[in-house]
């Protein structure tokens, strides 16, 4: 009875200070030897690394944040129609910025790996609540990169739909992120303010300063071969990017195609008519042709795809603030725009009060002055100022008002 | 044997620590809650940081470890740079790359042959990375003449 806490105080010690014959694999002191794995490198390194990726996972989840309410707006949220490019901008940034700390995450991630196998694993409650909440800040990240990055390129293997599961662990990161800067924020503004120290590394590998550099020069490099995608003038450079805003029928790209929606032959049928029903004086019921009777209207607006790319477009066809006047809606009416499409997340979309009568709203059956494409919406689609592509609904069969 | 490197402690970290926490906590259980296939989102968010720690960074390590042993000091850290930034690189380029979303009946996405793209991404970065070595160069010799 008198020996147990002796023992257990043995255990502990054995435990917490094993013999170097005991540590073995990852667990030994120098199983990561070479300079940047020197304690002061790592702490730089990881100082200005960890500096990069605060501030890039900060510009992602305050946009992503945004691009979720904005496609799922709760009562309080109201998204305006002005300025038309905001959401261009704000999804354009987050995507470059989830792709530019890619380079930057796998630098650090390889920086502080050896800290992963550090012994004793926990040395005090504080210490703990840290290294929990790495599995999250570690996980998340990994996730966020992973899943943003697979999804843009148009593969979906996850199991799970990609908004909600993209939205909830971005939550977790940031988390993760929010307990990580509490914890090192000491010894990050030590080794900022510290000098540069160990630049030349005494083996002959690469330099801290060396190592930071490259990870920096990837990050760039990659922006340079992606952000094309979405700002035009620099297209030919988006070399590793999965759009080119000028490929596609018209010269603009296409997310879902008519095929791919199952629309083909309902959006090819000559006795097509648009519904305008709900809260209305006068229901209406328009035929094609009527359509194209009516006023019409030039907008050159954005399309701003969630997965990152944009193409601007010169647009034509009816506001949809006059289809509502014509059809004696209130001066303040919401509107859901619905497809053709029979199922699918994004069938419908709604106009707020401020989409709704934005006089380049247009129910659009024009493109760069030439009918629209069957894969851009025809015969009819919506096509909004300062809206996510995904609310730009394509073969549109009915304006239902509120 | 490296001092130990610091542990956390003090009021910014614990006030951050119950922020952080109610952060993940809310991310927990919105995920729960709301996406569509819990096992899928899960395996994910494990199978994500798993593959880095077990598989991923050890290659990494094992590159590094061989690298040093068996590289001249002179061009060791060509041989590095090179090899880190090309990974780096081919991380971004990967899934375009290999293009398993492309789709026939949609020729406007993954339009690019990615591969040669990368190819010619990694090039005009050495490019780029000689002339600033060499600007870099050209200046310290006009300062020293």
Redesign the interface.
């Given at each position: 009875m008198v020996r147990v806490p002796g023992r257990l105080r043995g255990l502990a010690r054995f435990l917490f200070e094993p013999p170097e014959a005991f540590r073995v694999g990852p667990f030994r002191e120098e199983a990561f030897g070479g300079e940047l794995h020197r304690r002061p490198n790592v702490e730089r390194n990881a100082a200005w690394l960890g500096l990069a990726l605060g501030v890039a996972f900060t510009v992602c989840f305050l946009t992503g944040v945004l691009s979720h309410l904005i496609q799922d707006p709760p009562g309080w949220f109201v998204w305006p129609s002005r300025p038309a490019g905001l959401y261009r901008i704000t999804q354009g940034v987050h995507v470059a910025t989830g792709i530019a700390s890619i380079p930057l995450l796998f630098a650090k991630l390889w920086t502080v790996y050896p800290r992963l196998w550090r012994w004793p694993p926990v040395e005090s409650v504080a210490h703990l609540v840290e290294r929990v909440s790495l599995l999250a800040l570690v996980g998340g990240s990994v996730f966020m990169v992973a899943t943003g990055l697979i999804n843009v390129s148009l593969w979906y293997p996850f199991g799970f739909a990609f908004p909600g599961g993209h939205f909830w662990g971005a939550w977790i990161t940031i988390g993760g992120l929010v307990v990580h800067v509490g914890a090192k924020w000491g010894t990050t503004v030590a080794a900022l303010r510290r000098g540069g120290g160990d630049e030349i590394a005494s083996e002959g590998g690469l330099s801290r300063r060396g190592f930071l550099r490259l990870a920096f020069a990837a990050s760039a490099a990659v922006t340079a071969g992606t952000i094309g995608q979405t700002v035009r003038p620099l297209e030919r450079l988006a070399v590793i990017a999965p759009r080119r805003p000028s490929v596609g029928p018209q010269g603009l790209p296409v997310n879902k195609t008519a095929a791919e929606a199952a629309v083909r032959r309902r959006a090819s049928d000559p006795d097509y008519r648009l519904g305008v029903g709900g809260a209305v004086a006068r229901p209406l019921s328009l035929s094609l042709a009527d359509l194209e009777a009516l006023p019409q209207r030039e907008a050159v607006l954005p399309i701003a795809c969630v997965e990152g790319w944009s193409a601007n477009a010169r647009w034509g066809g009816v506001p949809v603030r006059d289809l509502l006047d014509l059809a004696g809606a209130a001066p303040d009416a919401e509107v859901t725009v619905e497809s053709l499409q029979e199922g699918g997340a994004y069938r419908s979309s709604e106009l707020n009060r401020g989409h709704a009568h934005d006089p380049d709203t247009l129910l659009a059956l024009r493109v760069n002055g030439e009918r629209l494409a069957l894969d851009h919406g025809f015969p009819a689609r919506l096509i909004g100022p300062n809206r996510p592509g995904v609310m730009q609904t394509k073969w549109v069969a009915r304006l239902v008002v509120r | 044997?490296?001092?130990?490197?610091?542990?956390?402690?003090?009021p910014?970290?614990?006030?951050?620590?119950v922020?952080?926490?109610?952060?993940?906590?809310?991310?927990?259980v919105?995920?729960l809650r709301?996406?569509?296939?819990?096992?899928?989102?899960i395996?994910?968010?494990?199978g994500?940081?798993a593959?880095?720690?077990l598989v991923v960074?050890?290659v990494?390590?094992g590159i590094?470890?061989v690298?040093?042993r068996t590289t001249?000091?002179?061009f060791?850290?060509y041989v590095?740079?090179s090899l880190?930034?090309t990974?780096?690189?081919a991380?971004?380029?990967l899934?375009?790359?290999?293009?398993?979303?492309?789709?026939p009946?949609?020729?406007?996405?993954?339009?690019?042959n990615?591969w040669?793209?990368?190819l010619?991404?990694l090039l005009?970065?050495l490019l780029v990375?000689g002339l600033v070595r060499s600007l870099r160069g050209l200046r310290r010799s006009l300062r020293s003449a």
């Open positions: - | 044997m490296s001092a130990r490197p610091a542990t956390p402690g003090g910014l970290f614990w006030t951050l620590a922020l952080g926490w109610g952060l993940i906590a809310a991310g927990i919105g995920g709301n996406v569509t296939s819990v096992p899928h989102w395996a994910w968010l494990v994500g940081v593959v880095h720690d960074a050890p990494v390590a590094g470890r690298l040093r001249g000091a002179w060791r850290a590095q740079g880190a930034f990974a780096l690189v991380a971004v380029a899934p375009n790359a290999l293009a398993f979303g492309r789709d009946r949609n020729p406007s996405g993954l339009p690019a990615v040669g793209g990368a010619l991404l005009e970065s990375w």
